[in-house]
C-alpha cells in the first residue's frame, strides 16, 4: 500500500500545471483524480450574483461504448443532490444541470452523489471505505459586491510597468457586473483602521467588463487616480469599501519583484504577470515539495541582529509558501507559525524569516 502511494504521487500533477482543471468536468487531467462525480461551474468567489449553475459529470457516449449495456452512456447517467447540507434531491438525468437562484448572503456549497453505469450510487455502503460523497467548491454570495471586485495587484513595480516615466506599485478594479457602477464615495486602503485612506472621487463610474487601474504612490504630477500610499512588497493587505461595508479584500505575503498577483478563472488569487488593463494571466508555480530547510541561525550573539531560518527552492519555478508552516516542536504544534497566503520564493531562490 505505501509503494502505491509513491506511485500515486509519481503519477499526480505537479502545482502549476497547465493540466490542473483541463480534464473532463473540470476536473484535472491525468489519473490520479478523486472518486464520484465531477462538478463545474461554481460561481467565483466572492461573487454578487445570488443564481448559479453547476454542470454535474462524466457521462460518455459513442466511441465505440454500445448502447447495448450502457444504454444511458457510460461513467454516471444520474444523480441526486443538495444544497449546503439540505435535503437531497430526488434521482435527475446526469444531462439536466443544477439551478440555483435566490441564494443569501454568505457561504453555499452544493453536494453530489453520482449513480454509476453499474446501478450504484457513489455513495452506497456497499462500496465500503469508497463510498464517497463529491462536495463542489464553497463560495459566497455578497449582494453588496455590485459586481465590482478587486482584480490585479503589483506591490513591487521595478520595471514591470511604466507609468508617464514612472514605476509605481498598482491596483486593477474589474466590473463583473452587467450594468456600470458608480465607485465615488467608496474606498480603497491598506489598512483596516482607515477604511477610506483613499476616497473615489464623485463621477468615477466603471463599465460593466471595464478595468479601472490605480496608481498606489503620492505622484500627482502623472495622470490617473493615485491612492497617495504605496503598497508593501514584504505582505499587507488591499481593502475595497463601500460606505458601509467591506466590499472585497485581498491579503498577501512577500510578493516577488516585477510580479503581480491577480484572480484566476476559478476567483481565487495567484501569481500573475502584470496585465493591467487586460485580463490577468497566470505565472506559472511550482510545488512546496521543492524547500529545504537550508541554513538556520539559533544564536544571534554574532554579528547578525537577528535569529534566521532560512528557504532554499530547488526548482525553476516560483513557489507560494502560503499554507504552509514553520515550527520548532513539529510533534505537539506543527502548524506553530503559520506562513501568509501569496507568499512567494523566487525559482532557485532563498528567503529568510527572522525568529523572534
Given at each position: 500500500w505505501q509503494q502505491a502511494q509513491v506511485l500515486r504521487d509519481w503519477f499526480s500533477l505537479r502545482a502549476g500545471s497547465p493540466t490542473r482543471g483541463a480534464g473532463p468536468g473540470g476536473r484535472d487531467a491525468g489519473g490520479v483524480i478523486p472518486l464520484g462525480v465531477s462538478i463545474s461551474g461554481e460561481p467565483e468567489d466572492p461573487t454578487y450574483q445570488t443564481t448559479a449553475s453547476l454542470t454535474v459529470g462524466v457521462n460518455r457516449t459513442g466511441d465505440g461504448i454500445t448502447t447495448n449495456g450502457w444504454p444511458n452512456g457510460c461513467g454516471y447517467t444520474h444523480y441526486r443532490w443538495r444544497l449546503d447540507g439540505g435535503t437531497w434531491s430526488t434521482e435527475i438525468s446526469i444531462a439536466t444541470p443544477i439551478l440555483l437562484s435566490g441564494l443569501a448572503n454568505g457561504p453555499h456549497y452544493v453536494e453530489v452523489a453520482g449513480l454509476r453505469d453499474s446501478g450504484l450510487y457513489q455513495d452506497d455502503p456497499l462500496l465500503g471505505p469508497d463510498a464517497v460523497v463529491t462536495r463542489s467548491r464553497t463560495w459566497t454570495v455578497n449582494t453588496n459586491l455590485r459586481g465590482i471586485r478587486l482584480n490585479e495587484v503589483l506591490a513591487s513595480n521595478r520595471a514591470a510597468v511604466e507609468h508617464e516615466g514612472t514605476y509605481p506599485d498598482m491596483v486593477e478594479l474589474f466590473n463583473a457586473g452587467a450594468t456600470e457602477v458608480d465607485l465615488g464615495g467608496m474606498g480603497?486602503?491598506?489598512?483596516?483602521?482607515?477604511?477610506?485612506?483613499?476616497?473615489?472621487?464623485?463621477?468615477?463610474?466603471?463599465?460593466?467588463?471595464?478595468?479601472?487601474?490605480?496608481?498606489?504612490?503620492?505622484?500627482?504630477?502623472?495622470?490617473?487616480?493615485?491612492?497617495?500610499?504605496?503598497?508593501?512588497?514584504?505582505?499587507?493587505?488591499?481593502?475595497?469599501?463601500?460606505?458601509?461595508?467591506?466590499?472585497?479584500?485581498?491579503?498577501?505575503?512577500?510578493?516577488?519583484?516585477?510580479?503581480?498577483?491577480?484572480?484566476?478563472?476559478?476567483?481565487?488569487?495567484?501569481?500573475?504577470?502584470?496585465?493591467?488593463?487586460?485580463?490577468?494571466?497566470?505565472?506559472?508555480?511550482?510545488?512546496?515539495?521543492?524547500?529545504?530547510?537550508?541554513?538556520?541561525?539559533?544564536?544571534?550573539?554574532?554579528?547578525?541582529?537577528?535569529?534566521?531560518?532560512?528557504?532554499?527552492?530547488?526548482?525553476?519555478?516560483?513557489?507560494?509558501?502560503?499554507?504552509?508552516?514553520?515550527?520548532?516542536?513539529?510533534?505537539?504544534?506543527?502548524?506553530?507559525?503559520?506562513?501568509?497566503?501569496?507568499?512567494?520564493?523566487?525559482?532557485?531562490?532563498?528567503?529568510t524569516f527572522i525568529a523572534d
Amino acid at each position: 500500500w505505501q509503494q502505491a502511494q509513491v506511485l500515486r504521487d509519481w503519477f499526480s500533477l505537479r502545482a502549476g500545471s497547465p493540466t490542473r482543471g483541463a480534464g473532463p468536468g473540470g476536473r484535472d487531467a491525468g489519473g490520479v483524480i478523486p472518486l464520484g462525480v465531477s462538478i463545474s461551474g461554481e460561481p467565483e468567489d466572492p461573487t454578487y450574483q445570488t443564481t448559479a449553475s453547476l454542470t454535474v459529470g462524466v457521462n460518455r457516449t459513442g466511441d465505440g461504448i454500445t448502447t447495448n449495456g450502457w444504454p444511458n452512456g457510460c461513467g454516471y447517467t444520474h444523480y441526486r443532490w443538495r444544497l449546503d447540507g439540505g435535503t437531497w434531491s430526488t434521482e435527475i438525468s446526469i444531462a439536466t444541470p443544477i439551478l440555483l437562484s435566490g441564494l443569501a448572503n454568505g457561504p453555499h456549497y452544493v453536494e453530489v452523489a453520482g449513480l454509476r453505469d453499474s446501478g450504484l450510487y457513489q455513495d452506497d455502503p456497499l462500496l465500503g471505505p469508497d463510498a464517497v460523497v463529491t462536495r463542489s467548491r464553497t463560495w459566497t454570495v455578497n449582494t453588496n459586491l455590485r459586481g465590482i471586485r478587486l482584480n490585479e495587484v503589483l506591490a513591487s513595480n521595478r520595471a514591470a510597468v511604466e507609468h508617464e516615466g514612472t514605476y509605481p506599485d498598482m491596483v486593477e478594479l474589474f466590473n463583473a457586473g452587467a450594468t456600470e457602477v458608480d465607485l465615488g464615495g467608496m474606498g480603497l486602503t491598506d489598512d483596516t483602521h482607515q477604511p477610506f485612506k483613499f476616497v473615489f472621487p464623485a463621477g468615477t463610474v466603471l463599465e460593466a467588463g471595464d478595468y479601472l487601474v490605480l496608481y498606489a504612490d503620492d505622484n500627482h504630477i502623472t495622470s490617473g487616480l493615485h491612492l497617495g500610499f504605496a503598497l508593501s512588497q514584504a505582505g499587507g493587505g488591499v481593502y475595497l469599501y463601500a460606505p458601509t461595508v467591506l466590499v472585497d479584500s485581498v491579503v498577501y505575503g512577500a510578493q516577488l519583484p516585477d510580479l503581480s498577483i491577480g484572480r484566476l478563472d476559478d476567483g481565487a488569487w495567484g501569481l500573475t504577470y502584470p496585465t493591467f488593463g487586460y485580463a490577468n494571466r497566470r505565472h506559472l508555480t511550482s510545488d512546496p515539495q521543492f524547500l529545504r530547510l537550508n541554513e538556520w541561525l539559533a544564536d544571534s550573539e554574532t554579528f547578525f541582529r537577528n535569529d534566521f531560518v532560512e528557504i532554499l527552492n530547488l526548482d525553476v519555478a516560483p513557489v507560494d509558501m502560503g499554507g504552509c508552516y514553520l515550527t520548532d516542536n513539529p510533534i505537539g504544534w506543527p502548524n506553530r507559525d503559520a506562513i501568509a497566503p501569496l507568499t512567494f520564493i523566487d525559482g532557485n531562490g532563498y528567503f529568510t524569516f527572522i525568529a523572534d
